[in-house]
Structures are given as structure tokens and as C-alpha cells.
């Protein structure tokens, strides 16, 4: 069995990324913060999946744009503020 603190250590060099643009305390990545002692998250603006998709449909689509059609964690200021506050 690994020792906390080994378990901790180890956490503590791991950086995720998710999905949710809001969060609850039943959230995955809230349950993985506490329990593994994660180093960071990693937030995106945009799915690149579908930002390809989309930049398909139309060749001229800025990133500001995609990202009003394709949002990934971060939305708005204001929604990112309080996504990181859950954070």
C-alpha cells in the first residue's frame, strides 16, 4: 500500500484538465483535488474538437469567435471567477 505522503507527493507533480464550466462539491475534479492532492488544473476556452468542426463549416471563424460557439472551462470573466473560486 502506498503512504499518504508518498501519495500526496506524487499528486502534487500531476496537472488535469476537465470539462465542467461550473462546479459542485460532487464534482470529479473537486473529489480528485482532495483526494490525490493534485498540483493544478488546467483550463481551456475552447474544445478543439469542435473548433475544427466548426472551422470547417466556415474557414474565417476567429478563436474569439469559436469560443462563444465551442466553450470549454472558461466562458466569461465573470464565470471564471467563480469557477476558480470552486477551484
Given at each position: ?9 506524487i ?27 493534485l ?14 468542426e466548426?472551422?470547417?463549416k466556415?474557414?474565417?471563424?476567429t ?7 465551442c466553450p470549454k ?14 477551484l
Amino acid at each position: 500500500m502506498i503512504r499518504q505522503d508518498t501519495k500526496e507527493m506524487i499528486g502534487q507533480m500531476i496537472m488535469i484538465g476537465f470539462r465542467e464550466a461550473g462546479l459542485t462539491a460532487t464534482s470529479p475534479i473537486i473529489r480528485s483535488l482532495k483526494e490525490f492532492s493534485l498540483g493544478g488544473v488546467i483550463l481551456y476556452n475552447i474544445r478543439l474538437k469542435d473548433y475544427l468542426e466548426a472551422k470547417k463549416k466556415n474557414p474565417d471563424l476567429t478563436r474569439e469567435e469559436a469560443a462563444r460557439l465551442c466553450p470549454k472551462n472558461i466562458i466569461s470573466p465573470d464565470q471564471l471567477k467563480r469557477l476558480t473560486a470552486s477551484l
